[in-house]
T-cell receptor, first 111, second 114 residues
Framework: GEDVEQSLFLSVREGDSSVINCTYT??????LYWYKQEPGAGLQLLTY?????DMKQDQRLTVLLNKKDKHLSLRIADTQTGDSAIYFC???????????FGQGTELSVKP | EAGVAQSPRYKIIEKRQSVAFWCNPI?????LYWYQQILGQGPKLLIQ????????DSQLPKDRFSAERLKGVDSTLKIQPAKLEDSAVYLC????????????FGPGTRLTVT
């Protein structure tokens, strides 16, 4: 089946690292994504990783993929107040393009 | 490069009324998606178009929802008649091809059904 799970809330202090976790069920997923959603806005594509990769780094963002455990994480280094938002993990189960989203993790960054 | 455009941004209607949403994808993007995002949840795909053909509409409630993309560019999503549970944000996304490696989302239309 297709299901993506995330913890609902994460609170960190400005300057710390944030780690947002996600588990998915479809082992055939080809790509896994992280999107950011600010209040009243659409989803902003942050980064994505192909299923044959273990890690991808993009500036302050590091994505780790453990295919064996079907676990994906997003690490944000030097978290800033502007990073406060809801972060969605999504899997793409096949070549068709449809994305399956988790319920989102609300990141709160305290000064 | 202009992003995905959607209108209106907000709509309030009474149950049993009809409503339509419009989406203009990123120029050159052949694949267009409509997602429904209920408050507190992640988006759920309603329908996917490749050019003007439907690729996946398995989760579209076809008794009340319809969508079209007649010329393979703009798309409209219609609800008729609306129910209270249709209150949600309707997001349009587009990607270059059917593989959808990078899907870009518009700002969404927030629908409230009273």
């Amino acid at each position: 089946g297709e299901d993506v799970e995330q913890s609902l809330f994460l609170s960190v202090r400005e300057g710390d690292s944030s780690v947002i976790n996600c588990t998915y069920t479809d082992s055939s997923s080809t790509y896994l994504y992280w999107y950011k959603q600010e209040p009243g806005a659409g989803l902003q594509l942050l980064t994505y990783i192909f299923s044959n990769m273990d890690m991808k780094q993009d500036q302050r963002l590091t994505v780790l993929l453990n295919k064996k455990d079907k676990h994906l994480s997003l690490r944000i280094a030097d978290t800033q107040t502007g990073d406060s938002a809801i972060y969605f993990c999504a899997e793409r189960p096949n070549q068709g393009g449809k994305l399956i989203f988790g319920q989102g993790t609300e990141l709160s960054v305290k000064p | 490069e202009a992003g995905v455009a959607q209108s209106p941004r907000y709509k309030i209607i009474e149950k049993r009324q009809s409503v339509a949403f419009w989406c203009n994808p990123i120029s050159g993007h052949a694949t267009l998606y409509w997602y429904q995002q209920i408050l507190g949840q992640g988006p759920k795909l309603l329908i996917q178009f490749q050019n003007n053909g439907v690729v996946d509409d398995s989760q579209l409630p076809k008794d009340r929802f319809s969508a079209e993309r007649l010329k393979g560019v703009d798309s409209t999503l219609k609800i008729q008649p609306a129910k209270l549970e249709d209150s949600a944000v309707y997001l349009c996304a587009s990607s270059l091809g059917p593989g959808g490696d990078e899907q870009y989302f518009g700002p969404g239309t927030r629908l409230t059904v009273t």
